[in-house]
C-alpha cells in the first residue's frame, strides 16, 4: 500500500501570529483583532466632539478598514436592548449610506420627549434668559459658596433685578407669570445648586405667596414690592425642633393681650432656611383657640434671635438656622388675616413643593449630562466608559426617569394654571422628582469614581444636596395629612402600610 | 429728541453649539440646532436701548431679515427694551443667499422709509464674520459711519465714536444721521427680566417684504464648498535652538 503522507506546509500548520502594533491598554492576546484596531481608532478620534452618545459596533466592520469611526453614528434603543428599526438602521450606517442616515424627526437626548414644542415662546424666552444668568453669575459662585460654607446674599438682589423672585404674583412689582414659568426657573436654579433653589422657593412662595395669599392689603404694600427686589430677605417658620412632620401639634403659642392689642409669641422654630440673615419672618404659631396663624416678624424685635446652625452637610450654600421666639410682643397687624388652620402653611409648601418638583430635575440633569461627558472621556483598558453596557443601561434608565418627569411636571404646571389641581398630585410629584432625582444623582457619583468625590466635579454636591430636598417639605416616609376643618385627608402614601 | 434708531439683529447658531458641516459640503447643519441672537447684535440693542433711557432718542426699531424664526429674535431685542419690531421676511432660497449686500440694501431702504437717524448694528455676525453690513448701509445711504464703536457719545447733531483699530483707539466725530457698527467693549448686554419678556408680548411686529421695500435680492456670490478646517497635526520637539532653525529651514517656513 502506497501511503504517501500530504506535504504539511508548515507556515499554515502553524499560525503565524500578525506582526500588529502594540495598542495601549489592549491586551497582547487582543492585537491584530478588529478590537484592537477599535481601540486605536478610540483614541485618536476626539471623543469631546461627540454630541450624540453612540458606541461604535463591531457590525459590518471590516479588519483594516479606514473609515473614521465618527461617521458612524449609531443610535441603539436602550431600553428595548435591540436595534430599533424605527430610528435607523445600523447596518446601512456600517456599509456607509449617509443618506438614510438622517431620520425625519432625530432623537434629542438632551430633551427627549420634546419638552421644548410644549413650552409657549414666552416661557421659552424666559427660560432661556434665566439659564444664561444661572450659567453666567451662579455657576462660578458655586464651587467656594458650597466648600467655604458662604452664602452670597447679593444673589437675591440680582433675582430682584431679574424679576424671578414671586413670579407668579400679579401686581406689586411682580412678573405674573405662569407656574410652568416658576418651574421653569427653579430648574435652572437648581441645575446649579439646589441651595439657591431653596433660597428661591423660600422667598417666593413660602414669603411672599403667604403675605399674597392671606396677607392684608397694607402688608402686601408694606412687604412685597421689597422682597420682589431681594431688598428684603425672608424665610418661613413653622418646623420646630420636636414637630418636623407634624406641625399641627406645635409647641410655639401666641397669646393675645386686648389691653396694649398685641400678640406675644413664644417658642422656638428650626430648620429654618435664611433665618440668620432675614430680615422678616412668616412664623406660624398656635394662637388660644387651638388655631394655626400666620405672623410677620421684622429683625430687631426684643426676645426674636435667629441663631445659625452649623455643621451642615447639605444644601451648604445658603444659611440655616433657628428662630427664637422669648416673649416677643408684636402689634396685632402683623398677624396673617386670612389664614387660619394648617391649610394657610400647607398652602405655602404646596406650592413651594411643585417648584421643588422641578428643581430636583433640573439638578438630575446636570447630574446626567456630567457623567455622560466623563464616560465619554475617561479613557480605560482603551475604550471610553461609555463603552460598557452597564453605563450604558444606567444612562437609559436616567434618561427615560428624567424625560417622563419632566412631562409630568409639566402637565402638573398647566393644571395648576387652569385652576384643576390637588395637592396630592403636587406630593406625588415632589417624592416622585427627588426620589429618582437622588437616585440618579448617586448613580452618576458612582459613574465618576474616584474624581465624583471632589467637588470640582459637582456631581458629589448635588447628591449630598439632595439628601436634604428628598427629606424636606414632606419625608417620603412619612404619609403627609392635610386637615382641613377638622377632617383627615390623606397625602402621599405611606411606604409601609398596606391600607391608606 | 425725535429721533428714531433702527438697530439690526440677526438670528445665528448659538455661540456654544459645535458646528456640523453638511455631507455634501454646501453649507452647515442648521436644522435642530440652537440658535440665539447674535453677540454684536445683543450689544447693540443694548446700546440702542441706554440711549433711550438717557431720553437721548424717542424710539427704539429692532429690524430682522430671515424666515418666520426671526421673530423670536426680534422678540429678545424688544424683551430687552427695544419698542417695536420689524420682521423682513425671506426664506427659502433666498434666505440661503442673503449675504451683506442684500441686507444693508433692506436696512437702507427701511431707514428711508421709518424716518431714522441713527443705525446702530454689530460689527459682524458670527456665523459669515462678514463685517460688511455696517459699512455697506453707510455707503448705499450716503451717510459718516463709525465702525468697531466702543463708546458712543450722543452730541446734539452729531456722534463722537471712539473706535477701536489695529494701533489702538481712534475717536472720530460724525454728523447725523449715521451708521455705527458696535465692538466688543462697548457694553454689556442686560438679562432681559421677567416684567420686560411679559410686556415684550404686547409690543408688535411688522411683518414686510423685500419686495414692498423695491429691494433686489439676487445674489451676487455663490457659495462653491464649505469645508471643515484641517485636522491639527501633532506637534514635533526638536533638541536644541539649532534643529529648530534647521527644521523650519527645511521645511520652507524662513
Known amino acids: 500500500m502506497n501511503f504517501t503522507p500530504k506535504k504539511t506546509n508548515i507556515s499554515t500548520a502553524v499560525r503565524v501570529p500578525k506582526k500588529v502594533q502594540q495598542v495601549p491598554g489592549v491586551p497582547p492576546k487582543a492585537a491584530g483583532t478588529a478590537r484592537a484596531e477599535l481601540a486605536q481608532e478610540w483614541q485618536q478620534a476626539d471623543v469631546s466632539e461627540a454630541t450624540d452618545l453612540w458606541r461604535p459596533s463591531l457590525v459590518g466592520i471590516k479588519k483594516g478598514s479606514k473609515e473614521p469611526i465618527r461617521d458612524r453614528l449609531i443610535f441603539w434603543d436602550w431600553t428595548a436592548g435591540i436595534k430599533s428599526s424605527s ?47 444661572c450659567q453666567d453669575k451662579l455657576m462660578p459662585r458655586i464651587l467656594l459658596a458650597n466648600r467655604n460654607e458662604v452664602f452670597h ?82 424665610c418661613f417658620g413653622l418646623t420646630e425642633p420636636n414637630h418636623g412632620s407634624d406641625p399641627g401639634s406645635m409647641e410655639t403659642r401666641a397669646r393675645y393681650n386686648p389691653s396694649s392689642r398685641t400678640f406675644t409669641l413664644n417658642g422656638s422654630k428650626t430648620w429654618i432656611t435664611n433665618s440668620p440673615m432675614a430680615d422678616v ?7 388660644e383657640d387651638g388655631k394655626v396663624r400666620g405672623f410677620i416678624l421684622e429683625r430687631g424685635l426684643k426676645g426674636l434671635s435667629t441663631p445659625k446652625i452649623e455643621g451642615k452637610f447639605s444644601l451648604r450654600a445658603s444659611t440655616t438656622g433657628m428662630i427664637i421666639m422669648e416673649d416677643v410682643e408684636v402689634p396685632e397687624d402683623c398677624l396673617l388675616p386670612h389664614a387660619s388652620g394648617l391649610a394657610g402653611p400647607f398652602g405655602c409648601l404646596n406650592n413651594a413643593r411643585y417648584g421643588i418638583s422641578w428643581g430636583a430635575l433640573g439638578a438630575a440633569e446636570f447630574c446626567f449630562h456630567t457623567a455622560r461627558q466623563y464616560t465619554l472621556d475617561r479613557i480605560q483598558f482603551g475604550v471610553p466608559l461609555a463603552r460598557n453596557q452597564l453605563i450604558q ?73 439632595l439628601e436634604a430636598v428628598n427629606t424636606y417639605e414632606d419625608d417620603e416616609n412619612v404619609r403627609q395629612s392635610c386637615t382641613v376643618n377638622g377632617k383627615l385627608k390623606s397625602g402621599t402614601v405611606n411606604l409601609d402600610s398596606e391600607a391608606s | 429728541m425725535s429721533a428714531r434708531v433702527l438697530v439690526g439683529v440677526k438670528r445665528v447658531i448659538d455661540y456654544a453649539v459645535k458646528i456640523r458641516v453638511k455631507p455634501d459640503k454646501t453649507g452647515v447643519v442648521t436644522d435642530g440646532v440652537k440658535h440665539s441672537m447674535n453677540p454684536f447684535c445683543e450689544i447693540a440693542v443694548e446700546e440702542a436701548v441706554r440711549l433711550k433711557e438717557k431720553k437721548l432718542i424717542k424710539e427704539v426699531i429692532a429690524v430682522s431679515c430671515g424666515p418666520q424664526q426671526s421673530q423670536e429674535t426680534i422678540r429678545t431685542a424688544l424683551a430687552m427694551g427695544a419698542d417695536r419690531g420689524i420682521h423682513v421676511d425671506v426664506s427659502g432660497k433666498d434666505y440661503e443667499n442673503l449675504g451683506p449686500l442684500q441686507v444693508s440694501k433692506i436696512l437702507a431702504a427701511l431707514a428711508k422709509k421709518e424716518d431714522v437717524r441713527l443705525i446702530i448694528l454689530g460689527k459682524q455676525a458670527i456665523d459669515d464674520d462678514c463685517n460688511q453690513t455696517g459699512q455697506m448701509t453707510a455707503a448705499l445711504l450716503d451717510w459718516p459711519q463709525g465702525t468697531f464703536a466702543s463708546q458712543v457719545d450722543f452730541q446734539e447733531d452729531s456722534l463722537k465714536v471712539e473706535r477701536e483699530i489695529d494701533g489702538g483707539l481712534e475717536t472720530i466725530k460724525i454728523k447725523m444721521p449715521a451708521v455705527v457698527t458696535a465692538d466688543l467693549r462697548l457694553n454689556e448686554p442686560r438679562y432681559a427680566t421677567l416684567p420686560n419678556i411679559m410686556k415684550a408680548k404686547k409690543k408688535k411686529i411688522d411683518t414686510v417684504k423685500p419686495s414692498d421695500l423695491g429691494v433686489d435680492l439676487s445674489p451676487q456670490l455663490e457659495v462653491l464648498s464649505v469645508e471643515e478646517p484641517s485636522q491639527r497635526q501633532a506637534g514635533v520637539k526638536v533638541e536644541t535652538v539649532e534643529d529648530l532653525i534647521k527644521k523650519l529651514r527645511d521645511s520652507g517656513r524662513i
Open chain 1, 153 to 234: 446674599r447679593e444673589i437675591l438682589t440680582e433675582m430682584g433685578e431679574l424679576g424671578v423672585l414671586g413670579p407668579t404674583i400679579k401686581g406689586y412689582g411682580c412678573a405674573g407669570t405662569s407656574y410652568v414659568a416658576y418651574g421653569l426657573i427653579a430648574r435652572e436654579v437648581e441645575r446649579v445648586d439646589s441651595a439657591y433653589r431653596s433660597v428661591m422657593s423660600v422667598q417666593s412662595s413660602l414669603v411672599m405667596h403667604p403675605i399674597y395669599a392671606y396677607g392684608s392689603e397694607e402688608q402686601k404694600q408694606k412687604y412685597l414690592p421689597k422682597l420682589a427686589t431681594g431688598e428684603l430677605l425672608g
Open chain 1, 87 to 133: 430610528l435607523m438602521n445600523p447596518i446601512s450606517d456600517c456599509l456607509g449610506h449617509p443618506e438614510k442616515r438622517k431620520a425625519k424627526v432625530q432623537f434629542d437626548w438632551q430633551d427627549a420627549l420634546c419638552l421644548e414644542s410644549q413650552l409657549t415662546e414666552e416661557e421659552t424666552m424666559i427660560r432661556d434668559t434665566f439659564r444664561t444668568y
Open chain 1, 281 to 287: 419672618c412668616v412664623v406660624w404659631a398656635k394662637c
Open chain 1, 393 to 465: 443601561k444606567k444612562m437609559a434608565d436616567m434618561l427615560t426617569e428624567i424625560s417622563i418627569g419632566l412631562q409630568a411636571c409639566l402637565q402638573l404646571g398647566r393644571l395648576i394654571d387652569q385652576k384643576k389641581s390637588a395637592p396630592e398630585m403636587v406630593s406625588m410629584l415632589k417624592r416622585n422628582s427627588c426620589g429618582k432625582a437622588l437616585d440618579i444623582a448617586r448613580q452618576c457619583r458612582d459613574m465618576l469614581g474616584g474624581n465624583g468625590i471632589a467637588d470640582e466635579y459637582h456631581v458629589i454636591r448635588h447628591v449630598m444636596n
